[in-house]
């Protein structure tokens, strides 16, 4: 089930977050190894979480590589340590929507918010160069705890990207 795209207003956010290089078929890589540092991090540090783990995606080649973080949002953030940085996701007005189905329908999904974008002439905060699109803040959102619910037909998923202001 899909959502009709909504606009919003995001404050800016603290976030820890690993970042990766990887091609599409290594997508899975910032989930598997990114995730479980982010988790432990935070046990370790005593950090309040202000949303759901995310993709950020930062740059996007999709004939060769994506710089992708594998984040979170926390109430105040800790030290870099390791693989985990910092950060500040930005406020300002984003578009999003809401998937409710397997992740392996997410690049039609946000195909669909890209249209929608253009049909109703919203630009992302986005900057096209040689080595592919670089985004301010591109968000996949996993709302769903795999753990609770192990069926990934159900899981949400909020896609939220950056307009330009």
């Known amino acids: 089930m899909l959502t009709l795209p909504k606009n919003e207003v995001r404050k800016p956010q603290a976030y820890i977050y690993v970042p990766f290089t990887v091609t599409m078929s290594q997508m899975q890589k910032p989930a598997q190894e990114g995730f479980p540092q982010l988790f432990n991090y935070i046990g370790k540090h005593g950090l309040t979480l202000g949303s759901p783990a995310f993709y950020n995606y930062r740059r996007i080649d999709m004939a060769s590589t994506l710089d992708v973080e594998a984040g979170i ?9 390791g693989n985990v940085r910092n950060g ?16 392996d ?3 039609t999904v946000t195909g669909m918010l890209i249209g929608w974008a253009r049909l109703t002439q919203q630009d992302f905060d986005m900057e096209e160069r040689p080595d592919g699109d670089h985004f301010a803040c591109r968000l996949e959102i996993y709302e769903s705890d795999p753990e609770e619910v192990p069926d990934m037909e159900e899981w949400v998923t909020n896609l939220s990207f950056k307009l330009k202001d």
């Open 73 to 81: 949002a926390v109430g105040s953030a800790g030290p870099d340590e």
């Open 88 to 103: 500040t996701l930005p406020g300002g007005n984003f578009l999003g929507l809401s998937w409710v189905g397997h992740p």
């Open 105 to 107: 329908k997410l690049e």
